[in-house]
């Protein structure tokens, strides 16, 4: 089992800045990567991004791209989303998940990201 706890969420002004984190535990070793996803009000959970535990590679979907950077630290077990020039739009709650092979078992609860002016 592996639990997920995010934390870092609240709200920001647009063009503003937010760190999120999240923290692993349990049976960690399967893990290849951890991920982070978003849903708004209304809307379908959406990919954003996600890195690599042995490579520390990294993969953004579009629609963040040049704006947010995730980073790891393999030895505390965490991962953190640094979300820079924030928009309304980027307004959701934000979960982390943990990749086994190719699918995300693991989720945390999320934390709100509340984008406004």
């Known amino acids: 089992q592996v639990q997920l706890v995010e934390s870092g969420g609240g709200l920001v002004q647009p063009g503003g800045s937010l760190r999120l984190s999240c923290a692993a535990s349990?049976?960690?070793?399967?893990?290849?990567?951890m991920g982070w996803f978003r849903q708004a009000p209304g809307k379908e959970r959406e990919f954003v991004g996600r890195?690599?535990?042995?490579?520390?590679?990294?993969a953004y979907a579009d629609s963040v791209k040049g704006r947010f950077t995730i980073s790891g630290d393999n030895a505390k077990n965490t991962v953190f989303l640094q979300m820079n020039s924030l928009k309304p739009e980027d307004t959701a709650v934000y979960s982390c998940?943990?990749?086994?092979?190719?699918?995300?078992?693991?989720w945390g609860k999320g934390t709100q990201v509340t984008v406004s002016s």
């Open positions: 890195i690599t535990w042995s490579g520390g590679e990294t």
């Open positions: 349990g049976s960690i070793s399967s893990i290849n990567a």
């Open positions: 998940a943990a990749r086994i092979g190719i699918m995300y078992h693991y």
